[in-house]
């Protein structure tokens, strides 16, 4: 058994084939898939999928980072009002991103911390983003420590330092093909992290396990990543997805 818990299956690249995937991904074993949300523009697909089978797909609402802009304050307040009135299991994906552009790092920043304070006042966990922004984003992190705040950094990719430091302040680690590339050193920093801080994602159709690297990734291929895992815990596949599954139920509450 797995869970899916990062994939963006309301995506334009799904448009063609949604069902052929839904169905792979069910073959594969894979028994609930959640979905991140970016912004009001992409949301309604999300919900759209989320209505189609609302006992397999799961939705987050959030503000994606690089989907800050000039009307981030909009977003959000859309993002408020919209929290308390459907059944959403968590906020984002939300958090930093300064590889494109860091024209809105402050309002980054000011969406950040605003969609942590809901996620603790809604008692949700929440969804994080991290990329070439580890230093402000634990900093972040930190300042609410002791307020109890449990989510996830999904698609972790920074170092060991960065991955207990974001485990000490209650939050998982999402794993997804990152860890099966040949260059990655992800394989070597899990091998110090215990599998009880884990949870597994695809962040479809971004980041396709070898061998499909380079294609669109799909929630089926979750099972690569498992796969590559093995040789790190020296479990099966099989209990490595049941491990997990069991680590995403409990942040999730699903």
Not at 165 to 182: A, Q, S
Request: one cysteine or more.
């Amino acid at each position: 058994m797995y869970i899916d818990t990062h994939s963006h299956l309301y995506s334009e690249d799904f448009d063609n084939d949604i069902d052929e995937v839904i169905i792979r991904a069910k073959d594969a074993g894979i028994k609930k898939i959640i979905l991140p949300d970016i912004s009001s523009v992409e949301r309604p697909k999300l919900e759209t999928l989320v209505n189609k089978d609302p006992n397999y797909f799961y939705p987050m609402i959030g503000l994606h980072p690089s989907d800050v802009k000039e009307n981030y304050l909009e977003e959000l307040d859309i993002i408020n009002r919209k929290i308390s009135q459907n059944s959403y299991i968590g906020v984002g994906e939300t958090g930093l991103d300064y590889y494109w552009d860091t024209k809105y790092k402050e309002e980054q920043i000011e969406a950040f911390e605003y969609q942590i304070k809901l996620a603790l006042k809604y008692d949700l966990p929440i969804c994080i983003h991290v990329r070439e922004a580890f230093e402000d984003s634990i900093n972040m992190l930190k300042k609410y420590k002791d307020k109890h705040l449990k989510g996830v950094v999904h698609c972790f990719t920074g170092n060991l330092e960065q991955a207990k430091e974001i485990i000490d302040c209650g939050l998982y680690l999402g794993i997804g093909g990152v860890c099966t590339f040949k260059n990655s050193d992800l394989r070597d920093i899990l091998r110090n992290i215990d599998i009880n801080n884990i949870i597994l994602e695809t962040d479809s159709p971004y980041l396709a396990p070898v061998p499909y690297r380079g294609k669109r990734n799909e929630s089926s291929y979750i099972v690569k990543v498992a796969e590559e895992l093995q040789s790190v815990y020296s479990l099966d596949s099989e209990k490595i997805g049941e491990i997990t599954s069991a680590n995403a139920k409990q942040l999730f509450n699903i």
